[in-house]
């Protein structure tokens, strides 16, 4: 089962709740979707086992066979080129890797080459295998190195993938193809606006999802109602509480001092796999 | 004109109560909110619209089965795998046209997309710039740079010297377009663990456009430890810390009140820190 970890609003406590429950199962791959800014390894410390580049393909013009006729630029939907009389000028951050300025050109005079967009990584922390991205400073897109994240995913286990906020591109690109998502929010106007943004693209995507309140019993009870409203099911609750958000200032994952919460995570998953 | 962008690299940080805050206290002033897929500086700042933007540019390619001969040509070709049985899954087209041309029967056309809407609006305390992505839509950047040429238009016509703009979180497209530019950029950081991991990679997107970062501790209290970390690593790297914020359950009161926290309880603590913070910020950058 692939159940993805999503909120539309950052710092609702994705990371806590993707770590907690990975903490609290058996036979689980995490999986840390949140290249721009991947922090499960933070809460977890893993033992890295290996780290491997990801690259995209980019064009590259061959002067000596371009014409400059601009056939290239003109079919770019990106316009990641720019054809000037003397000289082709190639925006790599606004190219997305389709190979149709090959395609179009009638001088054979682009090749492709890679770039390198990140890093990917993979360790182990107690019986919990993390596979994480780490996009490079300065690169634009998230959404290959995303995919290739995904790509590591290994469909018998208990997956879960942590996505990262918002509700564009790279959130549909993690949560694209899961089980169930689990929407994680904080009772306040943010969450609830944010929340609601979310809940129209996992539906759209047609995934199943549910409702973690994080930190209950801050802000007011308008998430509550419009679940309510929505038939949306709340999952789990979990209170805000000064001995968690201690824990968690200092990168501990609060099931290895509050034992008892594991069990709370494992009917969560229970409860999921059900409806799945 | 000077324009300053509030980010953080994590989500959650207190960015919006933070910018909300600043544009109550200086009144003169644009506000842009480039948080496009998940905005929330309008909650506190109850905007009125005056102008309504349609944002269309992303594109999706779609078949028509009456033409198709079902060659198959478009799915090989196709990089981000959006074919399958000669039928195109939305959700990973990226709109790039390589299967409308190569497709013998012309049976593909794109259709253009209504990516969102931009907006622009009065406040209380100045006129505002902001939109709204449709959920799960690309293109998020374009967008962003569309707020920001909207808020740069608002102040050159109305002689405003001040644009502040509150960033999404993370270190990608929209953020990159979000500071691309201007003359500072603010980082809230928490001090937890994440919070300093997220610092050092947003510090060092803004090193990379080479834009002058000030740093500001929002619930600096919540472990002092960690405060005191992120301090000596701004020193280290000769940042200026700008503020150190204490945590205050009156910033979710007054977001639940849809104020500013400094307008909802002017007189606490904690808008006299943010106040600080401000002038702080304020100063550093006409000093430049």
């Known amino acids: 089962m692939i159940v993805s970890i999503a909120s539309g609003k950052g710092g609702t406590g994705k990371t806590t709740i993707a770590v907690n429950l990975a ?5 689980v791959q995490l999986l840390d979707c949140d290249v721009e800014e991947p922090n499960d390894h933070v809460l977890l410390r893993p033992m890295i086992s290996d780290v491997e580049e990801t690259q995209v393909l980019v064009p590259k013009i061959v002067e000596e066979r371009c014409q400059h006729c601009g056939d290239c630029a003109d079919f770019c939907a990106f316009n990641a080129l720019f054809v000037a009389p003397e000289k082709v000028v190639f925006f ?27 890093v990917i990584k ?8 993390l596979v994480y991205g780490e996009l490079d400073v300065g690169e ?20 879960i993938v942590d996505s990262p906020p918002g509700t564009a591109c790279p959130v549909v690109a993690s949560v694209y193809g899961s089980d169930f998502c689990v929407l994680v929010t904080e009772p306040t106007p943010f969450g609830l606006h944010d929340l609601q943004i979310t809940v129209q693209v996992v539906r759209a995507l047609e995934i199943p999802l549910g409702v973690v309140v994080n930190m209950a019993g801050i802000g ?35 099931v290895e001092e509050m034992a008892e919460w ?11 796999a059900e409806d799945v | 004109m000077r324009q300053i962008t509030v980010l953080s690299g994590k989500g959650g940080t207190g960015k919006t109560s933070l910018t909300a805050a600043f544009a109550a206290l200086t009144r003169h002033l644009v506000i842009g909110d480039c948080d496009v897929d998940a905005p929330n500086l309008h909650l506190l700042l109850n905007p009125t619209i005056v102008e309504t933007q349609e944002f269309r540019g992303s594109q999706v390619a779609v078949i028509d089965e009456t033409k198709c001969v079902q060659c198959g040509k478009c799915e090989a070709a196709c990089r981000f795998h959006a074919i399958h049985d000669l039928v195109i899954d939305p959700v990973l087209c990226e709109g790039c046209g390589v299967c409308a041309y190569l497709c013998p029967t012309d049976a593909i056309t794109l259709d253009v997309q209504l990516d969102g809407y931009a907006f622009i609006s009065t406040t209380k305390y100045g006129p505002m710039a902001h939109a709204r992505l449709n959920p799960g839509q690309e293109n998020s950047g374009k967008l962003v740079t569309l707020v920001r040429q909207n808020a740069r238009r608002i102040a050159e016509k109305e002689k405003i010297e001040l644009v502040l703009i509150d960033g999404p979180p993370g270190i990608g497209c929209p953020v990159i377009a979000s500071i691309t530019g201007v003359d500072a950029g603010l980082i809230v950081v928490e001090p937890t663990l994440s919070g300093i991991h997220d610092l050092e990679r947003a510090l ?15 619930k600096a209290d919540l472990n002092a430890e960690n405060t005191a970390r ?49 002038t702080c910020l304020r100063a550093a950058g006409t000093a430049r």
């Open chain 2, 230 to 278: 992120i301090i000596a690593f701004c020193e280290d790297n000769e940042v200026r810390v700008i503020g150190r914020i204490p945590f205050d359950p009156l910033v979710t009161k007054a977001m639940v009140a849809a104020t500013p926290v400094v307008e909802y309880a002017p007189t606490s603590r904690i808008a006299d820190e943010i106040k600080n913070a401000w």
């Open chain 1, 220 to 254: 007011d009870r308008k998430v509550y109602e419009y679940c309510a409203t929505e038939r949306i099911p709340i999952l789990l609750e979990v209170p805000f509480n000064k001995r968690i958000a201690e824990l968690y200032s200092r990168g501990i994952p609060f």
């Open chain 1, 140 to 159: 634009p897109m998230a959404v290959p190195l995303i995919r290739a994240v995904k790509s590591q995913i290994e469909e018998d286990r208990n997956v």
């Open chain 1, 23 to 27: 903490l609290s199962l058996e036979n």
């Open chain 1, 92 to 118: 790599p951050e606004l190219c997305h890797s389709c190979g149709g300025c090959l395609l179009v050109c009638p001088h054979q005079a682009i090749i492709e080459e890679a770039k390198r967009v990140g």
């Open chain 2, 204 to 218: 060092s997107l803004l090193n990379h456009f080479r834009i002058p970062a000030f740093v500001c501790v929002n």
């Open chain 1, 262 to 272: 594991k069990e709370k995570f494992r009917a969560l998953w229970r409860k999921i």
């Open chain 1, 122 to 129: 993979r360790g182990r922390a107690q019986k919990v295998e």
